[in-house]
């Protein structure tokens, strides 16, 4: 098989932009796939040009004219830029390949403009595509992997990557690390529900955790995963013994169920800065986890977590006030905070009148009044504007 000079571009944006927030933060939402992507290309013995895509770049620049394949990680936001692409290198004589979020859920549709669709993606399912490497047309042949991968290359192999994305990063840079894949949770509007939770290897990820410290004096990781910490003790384990008290921070996604207090003031002590907390289904859909609560039970339950979170800052005390700050569920928390109309005065501005103190009587009533939020949400939309009721 002949050397080929394969392009890898992860398109973080769907646009040109020159906003602040895309100069300060868009290199930090790199994809951890395209970068391991690029390790499996070289083990293969291939030339590899990876971009990240930012929004700030010149593509037609950035992307070199010659590549022979060129694979393209898209969102569905970014698919209109990704097609458009696709044609472009198509016409300069290039296979192209996608893959990511858009790839899977829409592999039909992707598949008019691209010569592969890739839904999971293993080293066996790229080693096939680079072997044939031939253009399919006018309808691209659609690839998955009997499931996801059970290992990823360590961090050392994927770090000149990592360096690439993070170099168009002025000040915060947050290195993407993964731990584990898939999630025990089925709730219905998410694209991880359906595949099965699977930890990879905590040797690996200590391994990991040494040579970033190596690499870099204090570093902020934020974690990839789908559902950070469902093995709560065995990850906590796995950094307490890679990684010395104060040298690193972490930003994780993770289930409210999972921050009780013991965990957060673990999660605090191993220099866990900023958490996304997640609502598994209210719904009857928890049997891959065994969730037992659904209904106004779950709510209840979340009621109770949230007052112990206290809103945004959660793991503090008197003495400790910095604690770790949780970035509320703005959707329900918007909808509650505005639910009046414009020529109305807001409750919290009169002074006279009683406040609410009671979060779960709040949820449920918006609950009650917004029932189109599950039905939006169960078919995949996302529910962004007042309702009309």
Not at 40 to 55: D, I, K, L, Q
Not at 183 to 208: A, H, K, M, N, R
Request: some cysteine.
């Amino acid at each position: 098989m002949r050397q080929l000079h394969i392009g890898i571009l992860d398109l973080v944006t769907k646009s040109p932009t020159r906003s602040l927030y895309a100069r300060v933060m868009h290199a930090n939402l790199a994809s951890i796939m395209p970068q391991v992507l690029g390790v499996w290309c070289e083990r293969a013995g291939h030339r590899v040009s990876y971009v990240c895509y930012t929004g700030l770049e010149n593509l037609l620049d950035e992307v070199p004219p010659d590549v022979d394949l060129l694979f393209i990680g898209a969102f569905t936001q970014a698919a209109q830029l990704a097609y458009g692409l696709s044609n472009l290198f198509r016409k300069r004589g290039a296979v192209t390949v996608l893959g990511g979020p858009h790839a899977r859920c829409y592999p039909e549709d992707a598949a008019r403009y691209f010569d592969y669709v890739l839904g999971f993606t293993d080293q066996t399912t790229v080693d096939e595509v680079l072997r044939e490497c031939t253009p399919h047309r006018p309808l691209g042949r659609c690839l998955s992997a009997s499931r996801q991968p059970t290992e990823f290359p360590p961090l050392a192999e994927r770090w000149k990557f990592v360096q690439a994305a993070l170099r168009k990063a002025p000040t915060i840079k947050i290195v993407p690390m993964i731990g584990s894949l898939g999630c025990p949770y089925t709730c219905s509007f998410c694209i991880d529900s359906t595949v099965d939770y699977q930890p990879l290897g905590f040797p690996q990820l200590q391994e990991d955790l040494r040579f970033l410290l190596s690499r870099v004096k204090r570093p902020i990781v934020g974690w990839h995963d789908p559902n950070f910490g469902i093995k709560f003790d065995q990850y906590m384990d796995a950094i307490e013994a890679a990684v010395p008290p104060g040298r690193m921070r972490h930003i994780a996604e993770t289930s409210l169920s999972i921050l009780s207090e013991p965990h957060l003031a673990r999660l605090q002590r191993n220099g866990f800065r900023a958490i996304l907390p997640g609502i598994e289904s209210w719904f009857d859909l928890g049997n891959k986890s065994k969730t037992r609560l659904t209904g106004v039970a779950k709510v209840r339950q979340v009621a109770q977590q949230r007052h112990g979170a206290d809103g945004n800052r959660i793991g503090g005390d008197e003495r400790n006030q910095e604690g770790i700050k949780i970035m509320r569920i703005t959707l329900l928390h918007k909808k509650m905070e505005n639910r009046h109309r414009p020529d109305e005065k807001r409750q919290d501005d009169d002074p006279q009148k009683e406040q609410p103190s009671d979060f779960f009587a709040q949820i449920c009533a918006f609950v009650t009044q917004n029932t189109y939020l599950y039905r939006l949400t169960n078919n995949g939309c996302y529910a962004t504007e007042e309702s009309s009721d």
